[in-house]
């Protein structure tokens, strides 16, 4: 993955910002082995920022991680060789994203307990919702999208609004 961030250094405190804010890009191609890379890069980045996750919020965020990059991998990699992962890391929250260039907007499937795949957005959803987040899914200016989760750093944390 290439790591395109663009995180700030530890901030001096009197500017109301905490050391561990700031935004990361990382991009790769939208091929199998990225999952697990973009799961790795994401999981170095908090503990190299010091970000102060529980553990149950990291493992939420790298579940959603690898689920969001499957999907872009398996259904947009033919329109969008390339794929974005974003980190953002506020005081209070942490949201994850997947950019890719593919038009289609999807959707959370109803779970079918009879169905083996086809419901990572589902889960997304309810690991998001279970942590007190938000997701949404959002065009971008080039066609394509990006779908992201924000997560509370803190139980009943506030998530930023979608943009």
Not at 119 to 138: F, K, P, S, W, Y
Request: glycine share 10%; net charge negative; with cysteine.
């Amino acid at each position: 993955m290439d790591d395109e961030g663009r995180g700030p250094g530890p901030l001096p405190r009197e500017t109301g910002k905490v050391p561990y804010e700031g935004v990361w890009r990382f991009t790769a191609a939208a091929v199998d082995a990225s999952v697990p890379q973009a799961r790795h890069a994401v999981r170095d980045l908090l503990a190299r920022q010091g970000v102060p996750a529980s553990d149950d919020l990291v493992q939420g965020l790298l579940l959603i991680v690898s689920e969001l990059v499957t999907n872009a991998v398996r259904h947009a990699a033919l329109l969008s060789p390339m794929l974005a992962v974003e980190v953002a890391v506020g005081a209070e929250w942490v949201r994850v994203s997947v950019e890719d260039d593919h038009p289609y907007r999807p959707t959370a499937l109803v779970a079918d307990h009879g169905q083996t795949g086809g419901r990572g957005l589902l889960l997304v959803r309810e690991i998001t919702q279970e942590a007190g987040g938000a997701c949404d899914v959002e065009h971008t200016a080039s066609g394509g999208k990006i779908i992201w989760a924000a997560l509370p750093l803190k139980p009943n944390g506030s998530a930023p609004a979608a943009s």
